[in-house]
C-alpha cells in the first residue's frame, strides 16, 4: 500500500506538535486527522477509521494510557504509538503492557517517527496479508471437502 491510503490520528493538546507532526507525515502522503483530547480522539475513531494513532500520554481530560486502554478495546488492530515528553520506564512498560505497539520520547526528531510510523504500518500490512492468506486457504479446504 502507498502511503496516501495510510490514514493516522494525532492526539496531543500542545497545538504546536500536531501541527508539526501533521506537517512531517503529510509529507509522506499520509492523511492525517488530529485531536486535542482523548474525547474528540474517541469520538473521531468512531466515524473514521484509522490505521494508526500517535497518543501523547498527558492529555488534559484523561491520560493517555486511559485513552490507549479505551482505543485498544474498540480498534485491536489499529497501530498506537505513545508519544511523552516525560521519558520514564515505568510509563513505558505501562503503555506497552496496556497495547501500544511503540513508545516515542519528546523531542520527536522527523526521521525517529517517520521510521517507526513506516516500520509499524509495514509490519501491520504483513499481518492483513498472513491473516487473508489464512482464511483464502481456510474456504479452499473447506470448498474442497
Same mark, same amino acid.
Given at each position: 500500500?502507498?502511503?496516501g491510503e495510510?490514514? /493516522?490520528?494525532v ?11 501533521? !506537517? /512531517? ?10 485531536a486535542?483530547?482523548?474525547?474528540e480522539?474517541? %469520538?473521531?475513531?468512531?466515524?473514521r ?9 498527558r492529555?488534559p ?5 486511559e485513552?490507549? #486502554?479505551?482505543m485498544h478495546?474498540?480498534k ?6 505513545m508519544? #511523552? ?7 513505558? /512498560?505501562e503503555?506497552?503492557?496496556?497495547g ?6 519528546? =523531542?520527536?526528531? =522527523? ?6 510510523? !513506516? ?7 504483513e499481518?492483513d496479508?498472513?491473516?487473508? !492468506? ?5 474456504? %479452499?479446504?473447506?470448498?474442497?471437502a
Amino acid at each position: 500500500m502507498r502511503s496516501g491510503e495510510k490514514s /493516522i490520528l494525532v492526539v496531543d493538546d500542545d497545538e504546536t506538535v500536531l501541527l508539526v507532526f501533521k !506537517e /512531517i507525515l503529510l509529507s509522506k502522503g499520509y492523511r492525517v486527522d488530529t485531536a486535542k483530547t482523548g474525547t474528540e480522539a474517541i %469520538e473521531k475513531s468512531k466515524t473514521r477509521y484509522y490505521d494508526l494513532v500517535l497518543l501523547d500520554i498527558r492529555l488534559p481530560d484523561m491520560s493517555g494510557t486511559e485513552l490507549l #486502554t479505551r482505543m485498544h478495546g474498540a480498534k485491536p488492530k489499529m497501530v498506537k504509538i505513545m508519544v #511523552t515528553g516525560y521519558s520514564s520506564l515505568d510509563y513505558a /512498560i505501562e503503555a506497552v503492557n496496556k497495547g501500544a505497539d511503540a513508545y516515542l520520547t519528546k =523531542p520527536v526528531k =522527523p526521521d525517529s517517527l517517520l521510521k517507526v510510523v !513506516e516500520e509499524k504500518m509495514r509490519k501491520q500490512e504483513e499481518a492483513d496479508r498472513k491473516t487473508k !492468506e489464512k482464511v483464502t486457504k481456510y474456504i %479452499e479446504t473447506r470448498t474442497e471437502a
